[in-house]
């Protein structure tokens, strides 16, 4: 395991894919999105380094895109929207480059507290980053919540890509119409056509941005792949199981917190996580009957977190009753979230 906050492991290699198709209506500056990896040394390169937000509405792909890119999975995904809710770094290389992708929070038209943070922190993530992706999943239309995201672009001064996730699953007129439709709203540097999901058209993406991160040091260790402490990717994992077992509004009504983490003698880790949630029926819900389903939860994040810190793990779960902590500015900070103000 190691001993900084961020996940370190053996650089995967770059998953080789085919180009995607490529709207020939979009931008290509200099043949940008065409260009190879470079394929001279990368030692008797200039290094380049530069942050990448990836935004979209809720379930385009986003946190599934930043893992492809990276090699490794740092980042939950989940069949349901709002996954993911605080900002997400995961780190990858390419010859010469060092990539901090940045994965955002889903962008929609929030209703409570803690939907306004995360819409909040999303776009905080994009006015930070040096380029700016905008994922959009390709079976869909450019529907509401992608023309306000196209709106709001217009603000950000920073190079912008275009994404069209999920092209397995969506007809080529579909893709140009789409991608027409989108350039046509706002300008972008270029456009790439990927799946996410099988690599197809990520290798291309991967160079593109490797050639137009800004110059300068790397700002992690090359074998540095997320900079998100373990104590919290661990508590993400076991929420990522929670989502999947859970239905209806259940999943967003709770969160989770790794309350204590140690090392044992030997080198195991003993860890202790707490699912609060706002009501003593939820609490049942979670547990189970019997105690079954919070079992069941528990053995599948211990497989995970125990592959991720190379050693044997020891997790408890605690399901605790908080009324409210969707209020509590301290549940914010931990998650990495702005309080905001109440509307």
Known sequence: MSKRSGRRQPRPQAP??????????????DAAAQTQAPTQ???????????????????????????????????????????????LRGIAVAGPAQLVLIDTPGIF?????????????????????????????????LDQEAE???GRLTEVRQPKLLILNKIDLTARPKLLELAAAAN???????????????????????AWLADHVPAGPWHYPEDEISDAPLRSLAAEITREKLFLRLHEELPYQLTVETE?????????????????????????????????GIK???????????????APVHLFLFVKVREGWADDPERYRGMGLEFGKDE
């Not at 003593?280 to 189970?288: A, C, F, N, P, Y």
């Not at 069941?296 to 190379?310: F, Q, Y």
């Open 41 to 87: 040394d990368a030692s008797q390169q200039a290094s380049r380094c530069g942050f990448i937000a990836l935004i979209g509405a809720p379930n385009v792909g986003k946190s599934t895109l930043v893992n492809a890119l990276v090699g490794a999975k740092v980042a939950i995904v989940t069949h349901k929207v709002q996954t993911t809710r605080a900002l």
């Open 16 to 29: 080789q894919a085919n180009q995607a198709p490529q709207a020939n209506h979009a931008p290509q500056p």
């Open 184 to 206: 046509a709203r706002q300008k972008f540097d270029a456009t790439f056509m990927i799946s996410a999901l099988t690599g197809d058209g990520v290798a291309d993406l991967k």
């Open 148 to 150: 306000t995201i196209l």
């Open 296 to 310: 069941a939860i528990g053995a599948e994040a211990r497989r995970e977190i125990a592959e991720i810190v190379e």
């Open 109 to 141: 038209a929030p209703r409570r507290r803690l939907e306004r943070a995360m819409v909040a922190t999303a776009w905080s993530g994009a006015h930070d980053a040096d380029v700016i992706c905008l994922l959009i999943d390709a079976r869909r239309s």
């Open 260 to 292: 204590q983490w140690k090392t044992l003698r030997g080198g195991a880790v003993r860890i202790e996580q707490t699912i609060y949630v706002e009501r003593e029926s939820q609490r049942k819900i979670v547990l189970g009957k019997g105690g079954q």
